[in-house]
């Protein structure tokens, strides 16, 4: 017999995503990155629409941003910051590759009627891609693309509590390479990218952690969006498939492996808009 469900998320039905018009590897900022690896456009395009397909077919809205020539990152829209209601605190990315992606995430924000309050200069937070909600927190990493000086910044700006993350292995630079809410009690977890104290603050955190092996974190399992109980996966292993369907989730995987390349899949390709710290 399944689980009990855990009560569902709050957050993660309307989604912010761009179009990878101008999606390609053209510098090198993380191990996955090979810029002699050629991108696909047409197959990118095709798991693009296809997540965005999932997506909305498991019940969630997707609001589109537009593509820009020369920012081909600009379609991993996690990182474009942290959404608190209609308060959108943008990233400082460490990367000056990815810097120019800045002034048209504020844009986009700001004609949507968000309120915008920025981190201030000389700290590198990295959006969403380094903070996720869980629970009464919000959890965010740092060391690899994020300063630990954000955090209290951060947490000043959004009054959430903030608990913060070391992320130690450089394929896993990201906090949502590692960490995925799936409800109010259970998440996906990879141990292997955090340092001792890290795994002590999930522990502690998370009362029903599934538990991925590096198998599965390598295959970005972790880096999957979940819309009520459907889990959107860029892979499922058997084991994690069954102990999602135990716990009442329905996997969709969609195949993001163009965008893989350059070191995103599902959750990279998504910012929730829809969040509210401290609900």
């Known amino acids: 017999m399944p689980a009990p469900a855990g009560r569902e998320l709050t957050w993660g ?16 900022i993380n191990s996955w990155m090979h810029s002699e690896v050629a991108v696909d456009p047409d197959r990118a395009r095709e798991q693009w629409e296809a997540l965005v397909a999932a997506l909305r077919s498991a019940g969630a809205q997707v609001e589109l941003q537009p593509a820009v020539p020369g920012l081909p990152d600009l379609v991993f829209t996690a990182n474009a910051g942290v ?9 400082r990315f460490r ?5 120019g992606e800045t002034p048209h995430d504020i844009a986009w924000f700001s004609d949507h009627g968000y309120r915008v309050e920025e981190l ?20 965010s990493g740092y060391r690899i693309r994020t300063d630990a000086a954000s955090h209290a910044y951060l947490s000043k700006l959004t ?8 992320l130690v292995d450089p394929r896993l630079y990201h906090l949502d390479l590692t ?3 799936l409800d109010e009690r259970r998440a996906m977890v990879a141990p292997l990218g955090w340092d001792r104290y890290g795994r002590r603050v999930m522990e502690a955190l998370v009362p029903e952690p599934l538990v991925l092996g590096e198998e599965a974190t390598l295959q970005f399992c972790a880096n999957s969006v979940v819309v009520g109980r459907t889990v959107v996966m860029p892979a499922c292993p058997p084991a994690v498939g069954r102990q ?31 969040v509210e710290l401290g609900r």
Request: hydrophobic content about 40%; charged content about 20%; overall charge negative.
């Open 120 to 139: 201030p200069l000389g700290v590198s937070h990295e959006g969403a891609g380094d903070a996720l909600p869980f629970g009464s927190v919000l959890v």
């Open 244 to 274: 999602l369907e135990a716990w009442g989730f329905e996997v969709e995987v969609v195949d993001v492996s163009e965008f893989q390349k350059a070191g995103g899949a599902c959750r990279c390709l998504t910012l929730a808009l829809d």
């Open 179 to 181: 960490f995925c809410p």
């Open 95 to 99: 990367h000056p590759e990815r810097q």
């Open 159 to 166: 009054g959430a509590a903030v608990r913060s993350v070391e």
């Open 13 to 28: 039905r309307r989604f912010l995503m761009c179009p990878p018009e101008h999606f390609g590897v053209l510098y090198e």
């Open 83 to 91: 959404v608190n209601g209609r308060q959108f605190v943008p990233a």
